[in-house]
């Protein structure tokens, strides 16, 4: 599994793991529970290779900071996210000093918080953090199990499923306009 493997949605809690297509939308499990549900075309998905946490200059992607947080923890547990406000915002400004505290709220340290203790727990984080070498290597080996079976799928065999316009559309991480592009 890699960055790009894992989605977030907005209004259900968790995250997710995509693991097929559908007319309208997608089939996506839970990394938690391991529940599967359909996400609709009128939901807002986020895939995790998009989310960025904004800097004065420009943005540091979630990778980045799930790393540091992963050196600074020595690959354990991170503050809680149910923390109080100002611990959490000294704590981002351990790991990222020049973070936009104008754009950047506290709702928004609780789910990254959140999202790294769960990748943690599952023992996902590592996998989650390697190279982008070996993942594009994995990625050509998921393209082909995913032929086999559904939970092989990654964005490259989704996007073969479904049109160019709904591709783009799912790559921004709005999925509303799928059905429109079909």
Not at 96 to 113: A, F, N, Q, T
Request: overall charge negative.
């Amino acid at each position: 599994m890699t960055i790009d493997d894992i989605i977030s949605v907005s209004g259900k809690g968790g995250l997710f793991q995509i693991i097929s297509t559908t007319n309208n939308g997608l089939i996506v499990e839970g990394l938690e529970d391991k529940k599967r549900m359909p996400v609709f075309a009128s939901d807002n998905v986020s895939s995790f290779s998009d989310i960025s946490i904004y800097t004065e200059e420009d943005s540091t992607p979630l990778k980045e900071i799930f790393k540091r947080i992963s050196e600074k923890e020595s690959g354990g547990e991170c503050l809680d996210a149910n923390s109080d406000s100002d611990k959490l915002k000294a704590y981002l400004a351990e790991l990222l000093p020049d973070y936009d505290e104008d754009r950047v709220y506290v709702s928004h340290i609780k789910k990254l918080m959140k999202w790294y203790n769960i990748l943690q727990k599952l023992g996902l984080l590592e996998e989650v953090l390697k190279d982008n070498e070996e993942a594009s290597d994995d990625d050509d080996d998921k393209s082909k199990a995913s032929a086999k079976g559904a939970k092989g799928l990654n964005k490259k065999s989704i996007s073969k499923s479904i049109p160019r316009a709904a591709e783009k559309q799912m790559h921004t991480g709005n999925l509303k306009n799928i059905r429109k592009a079909q």
